[in-house]
């Protein structure tokens, strides 16, 4: 056998043995395809099964839970039914008792209309007239409880908080008196001012209008004058001679000229300084000078412009206490006499001219009223107002403040009243506020209310002919009629 038929048989041999392979592999894995098929068939029945039972079960819940229900069901409509019947029986015995309380009222209504000789309405009307009048007195008994503590509270309130302003803020007494006095710088300064023959002194009276006291153990020399502003020139020019030290009639005719034009630029440093100490500020120019003048002006010996200081720092305080406007107050209170500095010819008192004054330079219409409503003369429209009058008062009347004579206060309180009680038809006389106010209480039966006017003018004109008296004089005329009667 050739070599190349060996290599076909060895080829056919060897693709037979792969073919008989491939054969047996095919069968092996048909074999285990069909073990596994079988396994899985089994486990696909043995689930069905398991799901079979567990649907039969919850079949036979299902079943039992609607048994329940319907027990339940019937047994709530049974309930429901028996409710019914017990809400229609209460309903009828609701109505019956109600049907029977009626009787019974009408019964127990008409027995007592029959015993009271009243009907129900008249009845019950006099019941509300009764528990009426009971309550308009319980409600007035409560309301004068109220309004007397309410006053007391307001009594104690109002005397702390005055009491603390005057004490805390009073500035130093300053009395106006009709005498200045200086001291003399050395010894020798007498025979200075005395002068040759006396020429010095009789110049400067003469040049001043003052006269000078000059005694000759003394060590001070006093000028007097009833006219401030003489006096004050006065006391301008004799301390330019001392500081200078020559004293000789045209020097003091010179140092006359010097402190009478200087007394305007005074008058504007005393306005400035006086607002400073008060803690006003921004005042018109007008004002301020307005307010120096007051340096020279006086009530009852008391300096009016230290007494605008006062009353300033006072009603300040009192509006901090009450919780007022604390700079309207000040402003108000500090302006309240501005109107003592013009003229005595000026028509109207000093609060009707100074507020037209503080008007006029742009004041608040709050300050313009304090000020013309200080004294009483108009209505005080505002919380400030009556600080400023409760301040006035407090500087005027606090001891010290203004000092008078009081046999002569007496006297002139007593002439007052007597001149007035003279008049037809005064029943009373009453002299108020150092002498400012006379209030006159007249016979109602002698004086009708349309003679009260004309009345009340001829007073003031008796007093203004019969009397000296300082500032003005109000006179208040009233009539009154009463009628009393007695309830047994």
Known sequence: MTAGEIGVLLALLGSSLVALLLVHVARREAADVRAQAIIDVAEVREATKQRDAESLVRLEEARASERHLNKLRSRTEDMAEKTDARAVEVERLTIDSAQERARLRATLLTELEAVAGLSQDEASTRLVEQMREQAVQDA??????????????????????????????????????????????????????????????????????????????????????????????AEVVMRLLMDDGRIHPQRIEAAYAHAFADAPARTVAAGHDAAERSGVQRLAPELVEAMGRLRLRSSYSQNVLEHSVESALVAAAMAAEIGADVELSRRAAFLHDIGKCLPAGSS???????????????????????????????????????????????????????????????????????????????KKVLAMASGHEVRVVVEPREISDAELPGLAAAIAGHIEKDLSYPGEVSVTVVRELRATATAG
């Open 348 to 426: 109207g008192s000093h609060a009707t001219v100074g507020a037209r004054l503080v008007g006029r330079a742009g004041e608040s219409a709050v300050v313009v009223n304090a000020v013309a409503a200080h004294h009483g003369e108009i209505e005080a429209t505002s919380v400030e107002a009556v600080l400023v009058q409760a301040a006035d008062a407090c500087s005027a009347a606090r001891p010290g403040a203004r000092r008078d004579d009081l046999d002569r206060y007496v006297e002139r309180m007593e002439q007052l009243e007597q001149l007035v009680s003279t008049h037809t038809g005064v």
């Open 140 to 233: 007035a008994a409560s309301v004068h409880r109220i309004e007397a503590a309410a006053r007391r509270r307001a009594d104690e309130r109002a005397r702390h908080i005055v009491a603390t302003a005057v004490q805390r803020l009073a500035v130093p007494t300053s009395s106006a008196a009709a005498v200045t006095v200086l001291a003399l710088p050395s010894e020798d300064m007498r025979g200075r001012i005395i002068g040759k023959e006396g020429r010095n002194i009789r110049t400067f009276e003469a040049v001043t209008g003052v006269n000078v006291l000059l005694e000759d153990d003394s060590e001070s020399v006093q000028l007097s004058s009833f006219d401030p502003e003489r006096r004050e020139i």
